[in-house]
């Protein structure tokens, strides 16, 4: 079926082109026909990977490949141990891997989860319950309040019907629905107020519509595509090792090739020179990066957990911390989505209320911030007393706290007449509902009859315009007045006030009565009515997220609020939190449909609110930011929040409020749904990144050292001084423990005032690959001294291989208190602010002092005992990284000091 823009159809048009008659909806063997012609109503999406497809993707890294190449000629030469090791190493470094990315992508399941099983529909004239899968488009489906819409589907009739849309637009009020068709050429979903949308439900009313669009063509449908679309990118962390990766990897080849033709032309022993390759190239490759940093993250994600922040994916905690921009969703995200009474303004005089949500604590301020009791104010009582009768919502205490069942605005009410100690319960059986006129739109008011004191009273709430319109009277302090044209225009301009500060504003009149009139027409009831005061209701910020905000603006990443709300209350909010400053712009929908993406790049840096957007929209924004080198990390909760989750550098989806498919599509989950969470997060992703650099800088500098030796040894024609398994054995079980150790270094003083490192930053940038150079040359020439010592004084190659081995484990291991900082001297920051490092030393050297004294292991690693003097010289070797990396340091701030 041709794509249409059904809001715009007339409903005669709109039955003849589906082919369904009216109110006898579809003869039940046309839909059947449809069933076969369109489908099943369900979404679809992309089989999964399985676990081998993705182990194999774990074999394809260089670093990966060059220890499997290893492998199999040490197995061609007969060195099995060898093989075996390396063999072991490769596999647990895969499964690692394998067991990161089968955390599978469900969002598209989470999306199918959300439609309801069943739906109404009139086939052949009858109503029947059919499998909500089973719709077809066609359809005539009846929906009442609390259903599920099971299809895309047009009004054509409707009684008070209102949808909540918030998980698709982000609307945080239910949306009011109707039947009139909408004469535009463009407009937004969140606009379509004849349409119905699956997966949103209706909160009140009935009505009846006619399925336009089922499956995959719906506009739930359409983002489960825009899911199934947005490929997840390789984080800069990922990018950055798949870079080192090949770097080493040509390294490890070119001095392979280099030694290998050296060889061979002095005539060396052709066996003898695979093996020697393949000690450089194991010596080249640092085998326990990958897993060092994998675990450090992992940590990193222990401690998260902690602070609320759950991590779905490990590399999502360094990319968090290089974010420049944090695009948020309003409702539920900055806000509480919790509509609240924040102001009652009567008799002239405002009081503001205080508390947020639906928690049934607050006070009452008076015009001077003077604690007020509702209860001795009488007029102040009325408004409160009238709107609560006035509404059919109610509040209920749970387990996760109160929540209100009903129109969120009419919940608002009654928490905030519970807050002035009102029961909701106790004032409705003592002034019982009598009669009501319903609220519909064209009206914009509800009036309902109660029993107040012996007396019949009404009260009749609505739009602050239509019920000044219909007052004759006031409330003053003293009483009941006339209403003068010059007081209506003074209450306008109040609403007119409240309404530019994004507030929602209600109006609240009452009329006494003999009895309830029998005509209940709005004629009859809604006139003469005495005018008692506003309401002012908003969905407030949460109270923490403009700290939140002013921290990240210090940490130089920019807040933007992307929202499908209106751009008046969008905008009110984001100035009060801050997110919004003067010279900063806002968009709607609308001009994001008149821009080409072009156009967007040229904009998108100035703007800080988006608003009325739809889920492509979102899309495009987080591009176009993209685009600009930005890092963008995307906050959200609702369905219309997944695809742009997925395609942000990080998505970090509500945990409280957010629905399944928001926590599926994102990277991390915000446990208390706080804004000011993510905060924590930044700066663990950038102590994180700093751990890892470190881990980067002393394991290249461990390998450095070994190719330095043994190319060196090689030159002079001494042969290696390290066999393969030992450079293993260095690389993962002496390495490995101080590595991970400085993992877990505490963050820098002042990390949140500097700025995001620039996105494409090398790992080796602030001097990080000259100190990687230097220092592993030093470390390579304490060892090789150790070998040439040995060799002069007669000793054994086996003594002098267990030499170099011992003395280039303890120079690696004393070097790890050098990598704990690149500026400040290890005695300044303290030998103890680290005590994993502490431990992991001693697990290392007991590790080395293992192999070298327990018989068995000495035949595997090829070492023996060593003579006092010997251990003499490989100490005092040892120690002279710590000395001269200390040297290094004073030098270092001497020249920063002049």
């Not at 940590?299 to 602070?307: C, D, E, K, N, W």
């Not at 387990?399 to 928490?415: F, H, M, N, S, W």
């Not at 890892?692 to 190719?707: A, F, H, K, P, W």
Request: aromatic share 6%.
């Amino acid at each position: 079926m041709e794509e249409k823009k059904w809001y715009c159809i007339d409903t005669n048009e709109l039955c003849r082109d589906l082919g369904t008659g009216g109110g006898s909806g579809l003869e039940i063997a046309e839909a059947a026909g449809r069933l076969n012609e369109y489908g099943l109503n369900v979404l679809q999406g992309k089989p999964s990977r399985g676990i081998f497809s993705i182990f194999l993707n774990q074999m394809k890294e260089i670093l990966v490949l060059i220890l499997l190449v290893a492998a199999v000629v040490s197995a061609f030469l007969g060195e099995w141990e060898d093989a075996v090791v390396i063999l072991v190493i490769v596999i647990l470094n895969a499964v690692i891997g394998v067991f990161q990315e089968n955390k599978a992508e469900n969002a598209l399941k989470a999306l199918k989860d959300m439609t309801k099983p069943a739906a109404k529909v009139v086939r052949s004239g009858k109503v029947i319950q059919i499998n909500a899968e089973e719709v077809v488009p066609g359809d005539l489906v009846l929906l009442d309040a609390g259903d599920s819409v099971p299809a895309d589907a047009r009004l054509i009739e409707a009684a008070s019907l209102y949808s909540n849309e918030s998980a698709l637009t982000g609307e945080s009020m239910p949306v009011e629905k109707s039947p009139a068709e909408i004469c535009s050429e463009q407009v937004s979903v969140g606009d379509q107020k004849n349409m119905l949308f699956m997966g949103t439900t209706i909160t009140s009313g009935r009505g009846r519509a006619i399925v336009v669009e089922t499956g995959m063509n719906t506009q739930l449908g359409r983002i489960a595509r825009l899911l199934d679309d947005s490929l997840p990118e390789p984080t800069p962390l990922q990018q950055r090792l798949g870079r080192l990766g090949k770097i080493l990897g040509i390294v490890a080849v070119a001095i392979v090739a280099l030694i290998f033709i050296i060889g061979l032309m002095r005539g060396e022993d052709l066996l003898e020179m695979f093996m020697v390759a393949i000690s450089l190239a194991v010596a080249a490759v640092p085998e326990g990066l990958p897993a060092v940093v994998t675990i450090v993250l992992a940590l990193g994600v222990t401690r998260m957990s902690r602070r609320r922040a759950i991590i779905r994916k490990l590399t999502a905690v360094e990319t968090l911390g290089t974010a420049t921009v944090i695009c948020s969703d309003k409702t539920g995200t900055l806000t509480k989505n919790e509509m609240t009474v924040t102001r009652v303004y009567v008799s002239g005089n405002y009081f503001e209320v205080t508390g947020a949500g639906y928690e049934p604590a607050g006070k009452f301020l008076g015009q001077e911030g003077n604690e007020v009791s509702p209860l001795d104010d009488r007029n102040l009582v009325l408004i409160l007393f009238g709107g609560l009768l006035n509404c059919d919502a109610r509040m209920e205490e749970t387990e996760k706290g109160y929540r209100v069942i009903g129109d969120p605005t009419e919940g608002a009410l009654v928490v905030a007449a519970a807050k002035a100690g009102l029961n909701s319960e106790d004032s409705r059986v003592n002034s019982p509902r009598l009669a009501e006129i319903p609220f519909d739109s064209e009206r914009k008011m509800m009036t309902s009859f109660h029993r107040v004191d012996g007396i019949t009273q009404s009260f009749t709430k609505g739009a602050p315009d239509v019920i000044l319109g219909r007052c004759t009277g006031l409330l003053t302090p003293e009483g009941s007045a006339t209403m003068s044209e010059e007081a209506r225009e003074g209450y306008l301009a109040v609403n007119s006030q409240l309404a530019s500060q994004g507030q929602r504003v209600l109006a609240l009149a009452t009329r006494s009565w003999a009895a309830v009139p029998k005509s209940l027409t709005t004629e009859a009831v809604e006139n003469g009515l005495t005018f008692i005061g506003y309401f002012a209701i908003q969905d407030p910020p949460r109270p923490e997220v403009k700290d939140a905000v002013a921290i990240c603006r210090r940490a130089g990443i920019r807040t933007v609020m992307i929202t499908g709300d209106h751009r008046d209350t969008a905008a009110a909010i984001a100035r009060e939190l801050s997110i919004m400053r003067p010279g900063d712009e806002s968009l709607i929908g609308e001009q994001l449909e008149q821009m080409n993406d072009e156009e967007l790049r040229e904009v998108v840096n100035g703007v800080t609110v988006f608003a009325r957007v739809s889920p492509e929209h979102k899309l495009r924004i987080v591009e176009a930011l993209k685009h600009h080198g930005h890092v963008v990390a995307m906050t959200g909760d609702g369905v219309n929040d997944a695809p742009a989750l997925k395609r942000a550098d990080i998505g970090a989806a509500m945990g409280i409020s957010g629905t399944e498919v928001a926590k599926e599509a994102a990277d991390m989950i915000l446990q208390d749904d706080n804004f000011a969470t993510i905060v924590k997060a930044v700066e663990e992703g950038r102590t994180i990144y700093n751990n890892i650099r470190s881990c980067v800088q002393y394991l290249l500098s461990c390998n450095t050292g070994e190719l330095v030796a043994i190319f060196t040894a090689l030159l002079l024609g001494l042969g290696s001084p390290l066999s393969p398994i030992q450079i293993l054995w260095l690389n993962l079980v002496t390495d490995g423990p101080p590595a991970l150790a400085l993992g877990l270094e505490p963050p820098q003083k002042g990390i949140m005032d500097m700025p995001p490192r620039k996105p494409q930053e090398s790992l080796f940038a602030e001097g990080v690959g000259a100190r990687i150079l230097w220092q592993g040359i030093m470390i390579g020439f304490l060892s090789f001294t150790a070998y040439w010592l040995a060799l002069r004084w007669g000793r054994t190659l086996e003594e002098a291989h267990t030499m170099t081995f011992i003395t280039m484990a303890l120079s690696q291991m004393v070097h790890s208190f050098n990598a704990r900082n690149i500026k400040l001297s290890l005695f300044t920051i303290g030998f103890g602010t680290n005590r994993s490092l502490i431990y992991a030393f001693i697990i290392s050297a007991a590790a080395l002092l293992i192999v070298v004294f327990i018989p068995f292991l000495r035949g595997v690693f090829e070492t023996v005992l060593l003579r006092p003097s010997d251990w003499a010289v490989v100490l005092g070797l040892s120690i002279v990284p710590l000395v001269v990396v200390e040297i290094s340091k004073i030098m270092f701030r001497t020249r920063l000091s002049v």
